[in-house]
């Protein structure tokens, strides 16, 4: 996940104020919500949230959801906003979804946009994965947050009641095998990380203590959840090394100079860190991640 600033947050709230547009065609007793699709600047797909085909008949909207059987997962009678407007891209664009952006704002009682809280729609959350949707955008009370939708999905079944953005953000990375264990045993306790292309949804800067980084281990899909206690940027890898040590950053072993070689072997490090140079990422492993350490 990465805030967006600038031209592109400006884009992004423009686009925002459409699905809120939309969202005013919602019929749902309980919120109104709406969703826009966009690829490369064009709206391919639209929706807002009303009971299925817009029958009364199907309308559940007063009945309390703790009433339903545990067997029904989705408890809202309605069609979702984020649905709707995949159909739609489907229907009418099935050949622009990939690689687009979706959009979703709900609206308060007022009639105004109400900043969102953190993922948990997982029904949403696989179907944009699955549309070829590359990006999910929310706007939080920090900003408007651009997902990967991957990682939306992840965060979505890790929501847990209570969990506030205000204060903590979650972040899903992908990580090696040996490292993935390392963090898991608990004697890596740097994740030493780069800007590259394949991690752009994360601003490394922008980490701050008490956030909640997921690691997905790229050879068996488990996940292991850990806690961000600081950030430290060094100009290169020996900088970091120096200053970290290499006992607690290199699931390898080794010394500084092999150090510098492994992480310089990286795909796209050796160069994003002559410009950007590294982060070294002090985190602490949960200890109780059951139910991560057999994936999800």
Sequence with gaps: MRYLSGREEEEAIHFIRTAADVAKNATCIRAKCGSVIVNKGEIIGSGFNSPPAGLE????CSIPKNTYDIKVTDKTCCVHAEQRAIMDALSRNPDKIKGSRLYFIRLDKSGNNEKAG?????????????????????WHEKGVCVYDTQEYNSLSYNYKSGSNDKYTSEYFLEINNRPFNAINAGTKKIEVRAPTEHNKHVKFMELKQGDVIIFENNETKNRLKAEVIGVRHYKDARSLLESEGTLKTLS?????????????????????IKLNGVYAIEIKRYVNNKDFSTGL
């Design 252 to 272: 390898s072993g080794g010394n500084i100079e092999q150090g510098i070689k492994s992480i310089n072997s990286i795909p796209g490090y050796e160069e994003s």
């Design 57 to 60: 008949s199907q309308r559940r």
């Design 118 to 138: 953190k993922p948990y729609c997982t029904i949403c959350s696989k179907m944009a994965l699955d549309s070829g949707i590359s990006e999910f955008v929310l």
